[in-house]
């Protein structure tokens, strides 16, 4: 059964840039056909997609988010981290770390972490 582990920090200050990581269990994020993906979803909306890597290293991107974001991994360590650029407070959400097929469809989701701008 895969795992998923967000870790960072829970506040973060404008400007600032945000760096979250997810620790997987259970399965290698090099295992063929799979992305490793950030969602978050703001309160009282929906949900976001922010940013994928793919088994095979390729990042995937939201188009609004582009400019901001950016994803690496540690196949040593089984990880994948997400680095979001110039936050302001309209980035305050809870993130999740997850596992998408290679059909896009979300199979493991992280228990997720709030993480709040403000000064």
């Known amino acids: 059964q895969v795992h998923l582990q967000e870790s960072g920090p829970g506040l973060v200050k404008p400007s600032q840039t945000l760096s979250l990581t997810c620790t997987v269990s259970?399965?290698?994020?090099?295992?063929?056909?799979?992305?490793w993906s950030w969602i978050r979803q703001p309160p009282g909306k929906e949900p976001e997609f922010i940013i994928s890597i793919h088994y095979t290293g390729s990042p995937y991107y939201n188009p609004s988010l582009k400019s901001r974001t950016s994803i690496s991994r540690d196949t040593s360590k089984n990880q994948f981290t997400l680095q979001l650029n110039s936050v302001t407070p309209e980035d305050t959400a809870r993130y999740y770390c997850?596992?998408?097929?290679?059909?896009?469809?979300?199979?493991?989701w992280g228990q997720g972490m709030q993480v709040t701008v403000s000064s």
């Open positions: 997850c596992r998408d097929r290679g059909d896009w469809v979300t199979d493991s």
């Open positions: 259970g399965a290698s994020i090099t295992t063929d056909g799979y992305y």
